[in-house]
């Protein structure tokens, strides 16, 4: 077995978050053994949590999100003309070794809409991708909580 720094970054609050347990599960799973599969031994394997509202990006409709998750590898990314298929069933980047079957990404897209989220895929700079997925969840705040 592969092993990774695997790095957890989180806001300094965050509420609890109601999402399907199972299916994120299987989301952060697939991702997960993605970035095991393609990142050097003793790389880093990151996943950052952020608690967000209102998300900023290209589609104003899309400013429902609160929960916004984060996976990023340090692999050699995704070919740029590839980006675009990553989530169709049975993709695999012509470069992989052969094995495994090339759902995993489209059953992190079909677990993650089923949700009413949306998974984005980007290569970062320094080399790797990134996968980020935001979900619509209702929170419930903890400020107000105290320890009884």
């Known amino acids: 077995m592969v092993q990774h ?3 957890v970054n989180k806001t300094g609050y965050l509420p609890l978050f109601k999402l399907d347990y199972g299916l994120t599960e299987q989301i952060l799973y697939n991702l997960f053994y993605n970035a095991s ?3 050097p031994a003793g790389s880093d394997i990151t996943i950052s949590i952020d608690y967000n509202p209102t998300v900023d990006f290209d589609f104003p409709e899309q400013n429902r999100f609160s929960c ?3 996976v ?3 692999g ?3 070919p740029e003309g590839d980006i675009d298929k990553a ?3 049975f993709f695999r980047v012509d470069t992989t070794r052969t094995g495994g079957t090339g759902l995993g990404l489209s059953i992190v897209k079909g677990l993650t809409e089923s949700q009413n989220g949306v998974v984005m ?3 970062k700079e320094q080399g790797g991708a990134k996968f980020k997925i935001y ?3 209702e929170v419930m705040q903890l400020k107000g909580i105290s320890h009884e």
């Open 5 to 7: 720094n695997v790095i």
């Open 37 to 39: 599969q393609y990142s």
């Open 68 to 70: 916004v998750i984060t």
């Open 72 to 74: 990023e590898d340090s």
């Open 76 to 78: 050699p990314g995704f």
């Open 87 to 89: 989530f169709g069933k």
């Open 121 to 123: 895929l980007q290569n």
């Open 135 to 137: 979900f619509p969840a």
